[in-house]
């Protein structure tokens, strides 16, 4: 079947998110299409939670009941939370009017449908309306009773007119939207002008540089790769990705970027290390990062993980100005990882970050792969910070690395993507820019 279209305008939902706050409605029942019969809104709508019923009339009035509590076919039920509504007609503006305290909010029948205390009652099957046998049931599921009570206390022709016939009657399931554990509050413009608009507070660097470390496949290459997408505005592939542990590149790559996007050249280096690994003889050996982060290590070194590099190592960098050293280290860590790091691993980075706090360098986290992890996220990465796996992932990872959350960023890379997304651009610039400011902060002290 094809999709059911709702009848309630954009005005309408509009008016309506201001009686229900920031909800997504979910249309269960639709009477001209699943029928105006007890049954059939029973079977539609029976035990969904928070619902909304709306009903239409030829009057032109567009009104119903909203009740935290189940529908189903027994039971009367108390909700201090039901009211009854009106949306704004002609000269009027939107009605609400609040159950009494206490009173029964929704009487569930075999017998009627959605009915508000028997003041509000939607394919009131039980009023005889029409000495007509001929369409009798029809026309009697399509009126509605409308009586204030003890439940309800309204002046009738405010809330449906003096028309009891339905033209529509629709009934949707409430969704709560819950709040993100973070907001993506800056769009893509704003984030590109912030980086347009860099410049390190040093005067002697013209641009901050950014270390990626982590272990093997956790998405280093990949997010270079990203950035260079998002600074080109299209899907580009320049550094080297998923080779694996064993054939992983033992270069040492430095990234400028051109910046389609951006105007300039952006005012960052990326640098792409060989990957970490549990054990100690393959992966880059702690005492080659320090070198990297001191400055010492030259473009498109080789790495020998057995043999350090050193003072008297071909291509060493002995004289170091501040531009030359790594002014952020940012671990990249693959989110989709049962256990998102090894004991052993962990045991590495701790050791690494110690010697990288009396470095006093900044260091931040980028959460990789998010869209392998949770399936909300794998369909549209907006629902990144609604994710409450991904925010548990990001408290976990903060915890083993003692890192604050605020420095953990999720992203996700462009790995099978052929056309660039606006939300993915943003998690990508974020986690940029955030990689700037936590830099001058290291131009900052320095300068102090
Ligand atoms: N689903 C998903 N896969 C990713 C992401 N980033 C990287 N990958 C994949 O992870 C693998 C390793 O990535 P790579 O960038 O080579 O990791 P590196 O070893 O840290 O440089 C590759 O197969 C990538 O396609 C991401 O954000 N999401
Ligand atoms: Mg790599």
Redesign the pocket.
Known sequence: MSEIRSRLTTEDQKQLSQLLGKVNLHLLYKASVHGFSVPDFHAKCDVQGPTLTVGYNKQGYTFGGYTSQDFDRSDSKTDNKAFLFRLQNWTEQPLKVAVNPDAVAVLNSRNTGPNFGDSLVFLNNEQIISGQRFNAQRIKAQRIRAEPGQSYSFNKSDLCGSDLDLVECEVYRVEEIKAPWRNLTRTKKELIDFIKSYKPYVSSVSKARVL?I??????????I??TNSVFRGHVTSR?????GATN?PKKYSTYSFRGDEVGTSPPLILC?TM?LAEDTESGISSEDIISIIKGHVPNKYQFNPASPIKADTEGYIESVTVGGKIHCVAY?I?A?KATILSTEMEKKICGIQSQINELEIPQIVLL?????VCPLVGKDVENVYRSKYIEKKVMEVGKKLGIPVTCIVP???Y??DLELDCTTDILILSALVQMLRYADDYFEDLDE
């Open positions: 990626l982590g272990p093997v496949g956790g998405g280093k290459s990949s997010f790769n990203s550094a080297l990705v998923g080779s992983a792409d990957g990249v693959d989709s990789t792969k998010v869209d392998e992203v996700k890379n790995w099978s």
